[in-house]
């Protein structure tokens, strides 16, 4: 990583530091390929989110410049913060051919000294842990929401969630003259494909499958790179460096994503592809990776349900439900339906329609904001205008607005929306409920009047019917209640209660599901799990074969 002086005559030399937009020096980052800076074919240009909400024709004209001249003066402007090399289909290669080599080495190295890495990312994650913030504001995460992101590392990378971790990997059992091992060996190479959403932190996950001995390939998203290539050449590769890792272990580069993919999947040295995105493109990517004998780990989309039943705490529970418009929705583990009783609807809905107010629009850097820009809202608005067709009731919101909460028919933002939909029957049929709309629009789904025997059996069928699955939660008094929910209800890879819907805990799992969710092989993703393979052991000290056999 090159940190540049803009007032430099050479934006191609040696290594300086500087200050480029706000306290974020400007950063420009080769590609990372066989344990050395390689350049690419060309570089694209990061420019501040806050940035696009000041002046966006200024703002797309600059980008714009960059694009066609990477090596104009355009690059010195205050609003861009950094820059990654391109790369093309040779230097993709070449990272898949660096991390193969690297493979065999890496995976024989013991489980502890590769367990260390986590322990010294954990530490790197608090160290630096305001810095990595400032990073995912510049690409437009309300700093509130940045720092939840990484409580969300934090966790994952826990000392009780490692312990577990090195647990699920390696477990031994005496058993008469026999030590037995149950271990988890790597796969391989594993190539890792970071949603545009939330890239960093994605990026962060591919640390996992490292410890679990793999070598790794990252595809830094082009369009928003800059804290993939951050967190990953900044904070991990001198974390591998320190440890020892072999050179090719770690591979980042920026590039086409259909042209890399198409690499991934053909090539014969990689093993997994971990896609995160979209489920059209997720289950096409599914399909070719088994015709090419290689394992897809799959993180799509959600569409989550929050249960409330008569007896929940109906204030705690309004407050999860908010969850939903937290980065504008544009977050794939936020609540997507409510499915409420029928005799306290009326006071949940009162009591969202209020905790709604308490989630604004703004610049990113604000410690208030919560919602993100929204720049494509036209499918928003026909889900809204299908679901009100549909028979759905507008409880609040369905408007744009400015940064400052104006309403506008240009605003950028779009306000917390929240429907009603009375009765179970004919829920589904709106797509604001069947399916994940990454917007911040929640349907809240009111029961027919039932017996209460009754409508838990519709609340469960209705959550397990659900063709994505997540994650679920319930919220509830009654222990009786809970158990059964806890019970019976299969879809999901995560199920809360009484609990905030997008916390994270140690042990537990930050991402993963069932159905449209992660696929045919969908389940709970721990990443150092899906990445390995169980093996068993037996190593024996006097045995008689034949007596092993058949006995005395």
Wanted: charge should be negative; hydrophobic fraction near 40%.
């Amino acid at each position: 990583m090159l940190l540049r002086e803009k007032s430099s005559d050479n934006p191609h030399g040696d290594p300086e530091c500087f200050s480029g937009f706000g306290n974020v020096p400007f950063r420009s980052y080769p590609l990372y390929i066989g344990g050395r800076d390689v350049e690419g074919d060309g570089w694209v240009y990061t420019l501040s989110a806050r940035s696009l909400l000041e002046d966006v024709f200024a703002s797309i004209s600059l980008k714009r410049a960059l694009e066609k001249d990477a090596d104009s003066d355009a690059w010195r402007h205050p609003y861009v913060v950094g820059r990654c090399a391109v790369a093309g289909v040779e230097q993709i290669d070449a990272a898949i051919d660096a991390a193969a080599e690297a493979a065999q080495e890496w995976a024989a190295v013991p489980l502890e000294r590769r367990m260390l890495l986590g322990e010294l990312f954990r530490e790197e994650l608090r160290r630096r842990h305001d810095e990595f913030v400032e990073m995912l504001v510049v690409e437009a995460h309300p700093v509130k929401l940045a720092r939840w992101e990484l409580s969300g590392l934090r966790q994952l990378f826990s000392k009780e969630s490692c312990d577990w971790y090195r647990q699920c990997m390696h477990t031994e059992f005496a058993h008469g003259d026999r030590r037995l091992i149950v271990r988890r060996q790597p796969d391989g190479v594993v190539c890792f494909n970071p949603p545009q959403n939330a890239p960093g932190p994605s990026a962060a996950l591919s640390v996992l499958p490292l410890m679990a001995g793999n070598a790794v390939v990252v595809r830094a998203p082009r369009s928003i790179p800059f804290s993939t290539m951050y967190v990953l050449r900044e904070l991990v590769v001198p974390l591998l460096e320190e440890i020892g890792a072999p050179p090719g272990v770690l591979n980042i580069v920026c590039s086409n994503p259909k042209q890399t993919m198409d690499r991934w999947v053909t090539s014969p040295k990689v093993n997994d592809i971990f896609f995160i995105g979209g489920v059209e493109e997720g289950m096409r990517y599914q399909e070719r990776c088994v015709t090419n004998g290689k394992k897809p780990i799959l993180e799509l989309a959600g569409n989550d349900t929050i249960i409330v039943w008569k007896d929940a705490d109906l204030e705690l529970a309004a407050e999860a439900v908010a969850e939903c418009f937290y980065g504008s929705g544009q977050i794939c583990m936020v609540p997507n339906c409510v499915l409420v009783h029928p005799d306290v609807a009326d006071e949940l809905i009162e009591r969202v329609r209020e905790q709604v107010k308490t989630v604004r629009p703004g610049y990113p850097d604000d410690e208030d904001v919560l919602l993100s820009p929204v720049r494509r809202a036209e499918r928003f608005f026909a889900l809204l205008s299908q679901a009100m067709a549909g028979g759905a009731t507008l409880v609040t919101g369905g408007e744009r607005v400015e940064v400052d909460g104006t309403p506008s028919p240009t605003g950028v933002f779009l306000q917390p929306t929240v429907l009603r939909v009375d009765g179970l029957a004919g829920a589904r049929e709106l797509d604001v409920v069947k399916h994940e709309t990454f917007f911040p629009l929640l349907p809240i789904v009111v029961a027919e009047p039932a017996p209460d025997e009754e409508l838990v059996e519709s609340f469960i069928d209705f959550v397990n019917a659900n063709e994505y699955g997540l994650r679920n939660s319930v919220w509830a008094g009654s222990d009786e209640i809970i158990d059964v929910f806890v019970q019976r209800i299969v879809n999901g890879g995560l199920l809360k209660v009484n609990d905030s819907h997008i916390g994270f805990l140690p042990y537990l799992p930050s991402h993963g599901g069932t159905g449209l969710t992660g696929g045919v092989f969908g389940e709970a993703n721990y990443p150092m799990l899906k990445t390995s393979h169980a093996q068993g052991v037996s190593i024996a000290t006097g045995v008689r074969p034949y007596l092993a056999v058949f006995g005395n």
